[in-house]
């Protein structure tokens, strides 16, 4: 009977779109997945990828063989979901990816609470604001905030919850006049922007739930990672418009104010963070069970509730 670990082996090169991150991922050397990819090849009779110095693409018979192959990888995966189950111990790695200040501020003391209930399982947090490939780079989860509908049937979007944003400024701006009636009154401080590229952006805000405005702003300083965002805001550059979870120390403090008077009602609209995953049947144990235990943690805390 022919060796059927070595079409898992060939449907995860082809899912990790090459040997590197494929071996990463499998937790071999990739010189050995290399060999038994070619020997998968001589047995078959049939080159099933192309090499090349950057990328891996399969051939015409590659793709047909990839076709069966990843049933065979699909199976397996559950076939040792189901023993783990049996077992009830999540083991191994679990991999994440997420910004960097949603790491700091919520992700990692929930992952320590979990990692204390399953000492068996070791997490890596790939605290990054750069956009994952996550079958390509071996990630289990994504935590990102999605403006519209996951547009990619690969993956699998699970909403943890809103997120309450809220105009922040250096109460040095405001020391001289009142806090701010109407959103306009932003262009007079000076805007931060959540963007990673030049040019004019906007957010929307609403009164009460019913009147909405739209401002259109050149933004002082524009970053893609917040915390930088959250510094300048600090050091007086501007208004930021932040999540109010990243915020809280901030406030307590206070080295930041809420731009807006209360009494006004202007509110800047909530974010959306969600779980992604790809979409594979048989998740593992650990993602299932991590999902389960962190999405009502997680929700809790975006919405400034600890």
Not at 95 to 102: D, V
Not at 260 to 268: K, L, M, N, V, Y
Request: hydrophobic share 45%; aromatic share 6%; with cysteine.
């Amino acid at each position: 009977m022919e060796r059927l670990d070595d079409l898992v082996l060939f449907a995860e090169v082809v899912e990790h779109a090459g040997f590197a991150a494929a071996a990463r991922s499998l937790g071999m050397q990739r010189s050995k997945l290399s060999r038994r990819i070619a020997e998968l090849e001589q047995r078959m009779g049939v080159r099933l990828l192309q090499r090349n110095t950057r990328r891996v693409s399969m051939t015409p018979a590659g793709e047909q063989v990839y076709a069966h192959a990843r049933t065979v990888s699909e199976q397996a995966r559950a076939a040792f979901n189901v023993a783990a189950e049996w077992n009830g111990e999540p083991r191994g790695a679990l991999r994440l990816t997420c910004p960097a200040p949603f790491a700091a501020a919520a992700l990692t003391t929930v992952v320590a609470e979990f990692c204390r209930l399953h000492p068996q399982l070791h997490v890596l947090i790939d605290a990054s604001d750069r956009k994952t490939d996550l079958i390509g780079e071996g990630f289990e989860l994504a935590f990102r905030a999605q403006g519209a509908p996951l547009d990619d049937s690969s993956m699998v979007a699970r909403l943890i919850g809103d997120v309450p944003m809220m105009v922040v400024v250096n109460p040095t701006l405001l020391a001289s006049r009142d806090r701010l009636q109407h959103p306009d009154q932003l262009l007079e401080l000076g805007m931060l922007a959540h963007a990673t590229h030049d040019g004019v952006k906007s957010l929307q805000f609403s009164q009460g739930g019913k009147n909405v405005h739209t401002l259109h702003y050149t933004p002082r300083l524009s970053s893609g990672n917040i915390s930088v965002l959250q510094a300048a805001a600090i050091a007086g550059m501007g208004a930021a418009c932040l999540p109010r979870y990243l915020c809280r120390d901030a406030l307590a403090t206070g080295q930041l104010i809420d731009a807006f008077d209360s009494q006004a009602g202007w509110r800047s609209d909530a974010a959306q963070i969600y779980a992604i995953q790809p979409a594979r049947r048989g998740i593992a144990l650990a993602t299932r069970l991590f999902l389960e235990f962190s999405i009502p943690r997680l929700a809790k805390v975006l919405r400034d509730e600890v």
